[in-house]
């Protein structure tokens, strides 16, 4: 079993949709991050958080620590949006200080 | 643009053959990392750096895979006897040590082993 597990694996929605992703890990963390993957490999941090909830945009991530969960809102959605939306979290199983373990990602796909 | 480089973007290769990746980071950032990203899962940690010194790596990484940053400022990534298995995108991240801001990751660099 994963350390980091998440779903769904894909989405696809229509541009306007609410979209929701969920984490859920099993190690003890210092913090989570939400991560956005483009075609092309680029990698951009888009959160990281290790209580309570954060905004920016149209994005909203929030964590539970006693449940060991955390989810990704997407509000008014856009094809812009489509990527793959990576979870991982900071553990020192992660290998090295900071060093981070990665959940397998969500591809989403917004259509117009 | 995250400040992060990484060259060659892709790299073609034949089984057998070394290879070699380099990542530049933001100059502040004394922390720098290596992930590898198979098709269709999360990235992987390989082995991570503070200044000059290694100071992990994964069980991933293997006797043909070698890393170094002599300087404490790039990073250079070598595999020498390819596998085709080693065919990945690999990623460097940075940041600096007790930073409150997450990693840094660069555009990665595609390896194929033909």
């Known amino acids: 079993k994963n350390e980091v597990e998440q779903s769904p694996q894909n989405l696809t929605a229509q541009e306007g949709e609410f979209i929701t992703i969920n984490c859920s890990y099993s190690v003890g963390i210092s913090a989570l991050h939400w991560l956005q993957q483009h075609p092309g490999g680029g990698i951009v941090s888009l959160f990281m958080?290790?209580?309570g909830k954060k905004k920016h945009g149209r994005l909203i991530a929030t964590i539970n620590i006693q449940e060991k969960h955390s989810s990704l809102h997407i509000t008014a959605s856009h094809p812009r949006d489509s990527a793959v939306y990576i979870c991982a979290v900071t553990s020192y199983s992660g290998g090295g200080a900071d060093g981070l373990t990665f959940g397998k990602g969500t591809h989403l796909i917004i259509q117009p | 643009d995250t400040g992060v480089s990484q060259n060659p973007r892709h790299k073609i290769t034949k089984r057998g053959q070394n290879v070699t990746f380099r990542c530049d980071p933001i100059s502040e950032h004394n922390r720098l990392y290596w992930y590898r990203q198979t098709l269709g899962q999360g990235p992987e940690f390989l082995t991570y750096?503070?200044?000059?010194?290694?100071?992990?790596k994964s069980r991933l990484l293997s006797d043909r895979f070698s890393a170094e940053r002599p300087k404490g400022s790039f990073s250079t990534l070598e595999i020498q006897r390819t596998e085709q298995g080693d065919s990945a995108m690999y990623l460097c991240?940075?940041?600096?040590?007790?930073?409150?801001?997450?990693?840094?990751f660069g555009p990665g660099t595609r390896l194929l082993v033909l």
């Open positions: 958080l290790s209580s």
């Open positions: 750096f503070q200044n000059e010194a290694q100071l992990e």
């Open positions: 991240a940075t940041h600096r040590q007790g930073g409150l801001e997450t990693q840094y």
